[in-house]
């Protein structure tokens, strides 16, 4: 059926982006800030922020990437000292990114919603060959894609890391000084370890989809 072929394209299109997304929930946790801090050779904080420092602020930065609450979840937010914890400009880009997760995390659950539903389709009209198909395509589009993305971040992660930003954010809008909060929390290294964690997740698994998707040629008897 031409629905059936239709259907497997799109399933194969899709798979990178919900892999994709997946891991960069994965690392939206607190969980992954504070793995990270823990590092032997993850920098500490030169202007005096301690491991148990970094990881309840940056708790606070993550959860409001995720939920529900205002700007003021981290507006409020003071030190020992009464300090605003961060600066106007902090809160603008903080705000920036919200929309940017929440769009993205959108797109994911309804492209997921969607492959389920032609994952369904496929059972019950018993296209299981559709099903090898697109999860084998799928799995080789992922490996195309983020491989290409994992030589550009191996070669030059800096760059790639301004493209990413140039992408989603308006410029001067997501650069701050050394000292402010967000760099002390979140500094070069720790996007660089995210974004190896979150392409080389995907990648496995786009991997794992072609090899348990390989057609197995039957032995001939003779």
């Not at 420092?53 to 993550?62: D, F, G, I, N, Q």
């Not at 809160?91 to 969607?114: A, C, E, F, P, Q």
Request: proline content about 3%; hydrophobic content about 50%; glycine content about 6%.
């Amino acid at each position: 059926m031409k629905i059936n072929k239709i259907l497997v394209v799109i399933l194969a299109i899709f798979i990178p982006y919900i892999l994709l997304m997946a891991g960069v929930r994965l690392v939206m946790t607190p969980a992954f800030p504070a793995w990270e801090y823990k590092r032997t050779n993850f920098p500490a904080d030169p202007y005096g922020f301690t491991t148990q420092e970094r990881t309840k602020w940056s708790a606070y930065a993550v959860n409001y990437l995720v939920n529900d609450e205002e700007i003021s979840y981290l507006g409020n937010l003071q030190d020992e000292l009464g300090q605003k914890m961060f600066t106007p400009d902090e809160l603008s880009h903080m705000v920036d990114v919200k929309n940017v997760v929440t769009i993205s995390s959108t797109v994911w659950y309804v492209l997921g919603g969607v492959s389920i539903a032609i994952l369904l389709w496929f059972v019950i009209m018993r296209q299981w060959e559709s099903i090898r198909k697109a999860l084998n395509a799928g799995g080789w589009i992922t490996i195309g894609f983020l491989g290409a993305l994992l030589v550009i971040l191996a070669i030059s992660f800096d760059k790639l890391f301004e493209y990413f930003h140039r992408l989603f954010f308006q410029d001067g809008t997501w650069t701050f000084s050394q000292s402010s909060t967000l760099i002390r929390l979140f500094p070069f290294e720790f996007w660089r370890d995210a974004f190896v964690l979150v392409i080389g997740l995907a990648l496995l698994v786009g991997v794992l989809l072609v090899v348990l998707t390989h057609r197995r040629n039957k032995s001939v008897s003779v």
